[in-house]
């Protein structure tokens, strides 16, 4: 019995092992950088659902959201839009599916880095049922909802990965005159009635 519990211990340290050496993290640990563990969050709507989310965002990955501070890193959420086409019609013309996507652009600074603008986008396809109009009005405010919190999980990932250019001791500056350089993975989730949804991967102040 004893043997049995040894070797059920064993398996567990060694996958832990594993899973540590691969770079696999938790959901909410995305390894951000130790410059932006205290920082400062503004919108360009301090009441908007998706700063509120993106404000408990930055709290599960333990990033301390302070009021704004010359000294303080500073993540700005510049805009935010959803945007629909059809994607299929049924015989009298009414969309039958509808595709949403949800995109969003904010911009980094680190003070005495410099600064640095990104973009996200999250794609969902859902069935526009007229004989339930209002359940699937209900349905599509989920859905962005959704649609938001991968967002603003994603940008928490795009953070994590400026570690390189802290390193190096320099952002580069927004250029307006040029694209942005970072091109993050976009989330496309299938909805089907009936089935459980599938996904595939293909900045005003903020108050407390």
């Known amino acids: 019995m004893r043997l049995i519990s040894s070797l059920k211990l064993t398996s567990v340290i060694l996958a832990a092992s594993l899973l540590s050496a691969c770079g696999f ?17 503004t919108s360009y709507d301090q009441y908007s659902s998706f700063t509120r989310m993106m404000k408990g965002q930055l709290r599960m990955n333990e990033i301390d959201v302070v ?54 986008s999250v794609t969902r396809s859902y069935l526009d049922n007229p004989l339930t109009a209002l359940a699937k009005s209900v349905e599509r405010d989920m859905i962005e909802d959704e649609m938001r919190k991968l967002a603003a999980s994603q940008i928490i990932r795009q953070m994590a ?14 250029n307006k005159n040029a694209p ?29």
């Open 25 to 41: 993290h938790l959901r909410g640990d995305y390894s951000v950088p130790e410059e932006l563990h205290k920082m400062s969050l």
């Open 161 to 174: 990965r400026l570690k390189a250019d802290i390193k190096n001791h320099k952002l580069e500056l927004d």
């Open 67 to 120: 009021p704004p501070a010359a000294n303080i890193p500073n993540l700005h959420l510049l805009n935010e839009g959803v945007a629909e086409r059809t994607l299929s019609l049924y015989q009298n013309t009414r969309a039958a599916e509808i595709e949403l996507t949800f995109r969003t652009s904010y911009r980094v600074t680190i003070p005495e880095f410099g600064q640095k603008s990104f973009s996200t």
């Open 180 to 208: 942005d350089e970072d091109v993050p993975m976009d989330y496309r989730v299938i909805t089907v009635d009936g089935a459980e949804p599938t996904l595939e991967s293909s900045p005003v102040l903020s108050d407390e």
